[in-house]
T-cell receptor, first 114, second 111 residues
Framework: DGGITQSPKYLFRKEGQNVTLSCEQN?????MYWYRQDPGQGLRLIYY???????QKGDIAEGYSVSREKKESFPLTVTSAQKNPTAFYLC?????????????FGPGTRLLVL | QKEVEQDPGPLSVPEGAIVSLNCTYS??????FMWYRQYSRKGPELLMY????GNKEDGRFTAQVDKSSKYISLFIRDSQPSDSATYLC???????????FGRGTSLIVHP
């Protein structure tokens, strides 16, 4: 089955700790995205990548970092500089070929602070 | 003013009702319009996709775009309890493949 997987489903972070969220896709998509979702709010773009070894900041990149070493993988690190990390994190992908593309989402990771 | 406005609800309706969900937007460059359904603690899934103005129907769902009024709607006929979810509208402009999302409307269909 083609799709996007995210792990873990739940993640707990201690103060001062960096944590990494995994996102893998087998849809052969070029573009991948990370969103943050807070209760009652829409999706806010953290980072996106149109191609391997290249990525751009979204609207709320501060306190986050990403890498794109493989087409299938786009991990997100929540650093200790992110002071309010508790949220639902969604990874998405799209073909990366033009405007109006459909994004396909993973099941999400819920990050909680201990 | 946000680029995309969507009433968060919740919208509570009885089973079998016709549901109308709406978004307004301010950016006249938006050409691609999408509706996603998100169940609690799950990722969004694409429901409807429309380019430019007009209507599109898929089973019990109809998406409508009125670009002159900068207004889009999603209608659900014969609503079912399984339709209870948050519905997110999203839209993007020509030349951009990153959509702008609404906040989502929470829908509750009670038996």
């Amino acid at each position: 089955d083609g799709g996007i997987t995210q792990s873990p489903k739940y993640l707990f972070r201690k103060e001062g700790q960096n944590v990494t969220l995994s996102c893998e896709q087998n849809l052969n998509h070029d573009a991948m995205y990370w969103y943050r979702q807070d209760p009652g709010q829409g999706l806010r773009l953290i980072y996106y990548s149109q191609i391997v070894n290249d990525f751009q900041k979204g609207d709320i990149a501060e306190g986050y970092s990403v890498s794109r070493e493989k087409k299938e993988s786009f991990p997100l690190t929540v650093t200790s500089a992110q002071k309010n990390p508790t949220a639902f994190y969604l990874c998405a992908s799209s073909m990366g070929q033009g405007a109006g593309e459909t994004q396909y989402f993973g099941p999400g990771t819920r990050l909680l602070v201990l | 003013q946000k680029e995309v406005e969507q009433d968060p609800g919740p919208l509570s309706v009885p089973e079998g009702a016709i549901v109308s969900l709406n978004c307004t937007y301010s950016n006249s460059a938006f050409q691609y319009f999408m509706w996603y359904r998100q169940y609690s603690r799950k990722g969004p899934e694409l429901l409807m996709y429309t380019y430019s103005s007009g209507n599109k129907e898929d089973g019990r769902f109809t998406a409508q775009v009125d670009k002159s009024s900068k207004y889009i709607s999603l209608f659900i006929r014969d609503s079912q309890p399984s339709d209870s979810a948050t519905y997110l509208c999203a839209m993007s402009a020509t030349g951009s493949y990153i959509p702008t999302f609404g906040r989502g409307t929470s829908l509750i269909v009670h038996p």
